[in-house]
């Protein structure tokens, strides 16, 4: 019997954990506020983004990209609309800096990059 509560124990600490972790792992939905803008937050390192909330599920619509230079020289962030590229914001950000890009995502979506660091283009299609 006390085999058995043991493994029990042991069992419902992995499920615990298993779930704990799953949930730390998936990123949040992007907000969108009362004006029907959707935000979205963007930290860029030495030649990479990281997104605070999931990319997988945008549609054409208002944004406001909020980016910050998490790295520790001057960046920069450039958007541009899928398709036919043309350009809708660019600057640059000093370390700690943070700018809001406010943009329009088209049926065919965005795409950005830093322009300074060699990052590559990442594309943002639009969901139907």
Same mark, same amino acid.
């Given at each position: 019997?006390?085999?058995?509560?043991?493994?029990?124990?042991?069992?419902?600490?992995?499920?615990?954990?298993?779930?704990?972790?799953?949930?730390?792992?998936?990123?949040?939905?992007?907000?969108?506020?009362?004006?029907?803008?959707?935000?979205?937050?963007?930290? %860029?390192?030495?030649?990479?983004?990281?997104?605070? %909330?999931?990319?997988?599920?945008?549609?054409?619509?208002?944004?406001?990209?909020?980016?910050?230079?998490?790295?520790?020289?001057?960046?920069?962030?450039?958007?541009?609309?899928?398709?036919?590229?043309?350009?809708?914001?660019?600057?640059?950000?000093?370390?700690? %800096?943070?700018?809001?890009?406010?943009?329009?995502?088209? %049926?065919?979506?965005?795409?950005?990059?830093?322009?300074?660091?060699?990052?590559?283009?990442?594309?943002?299609?639009?969901?139907?």
């Amino acid at each position: 019997m006390q085999y058995l509560r043991n493994v029990f124990s042991q069992l419902s600490l992995i499920v615990l954990l298993t779930a704990g972790l799953a949930a730390s792992v998936h990123a949040e939905l992007p907000q969108t506020r009362a004006d029907g803008v959707t935000v979205i937050h963007l930290d %860029e390192y030495n030649g990479y983004f990281a997104a605070e %909330e999931t990319l997988a599920s945008l549609k054409a619509g208002e944004y406001e990209f909020v980016i910050t230079n998490k790295s520790t020289k001057l960046v920069g962030f450039q958007i541009q609309a899928l398709g036919t590229y043309a350009p809708l914001d660019m600057f640059p950000l000093e370390p700690g %800096e943070t700018r809001i890009s406010k943009v329009t995502i088209g %049926e065919k979506g965005v795409r950005y990059r830093c322009p300074i660091n060699p990052t590559p283009w990442y594309d943002l299609d639009v969901i139907r």
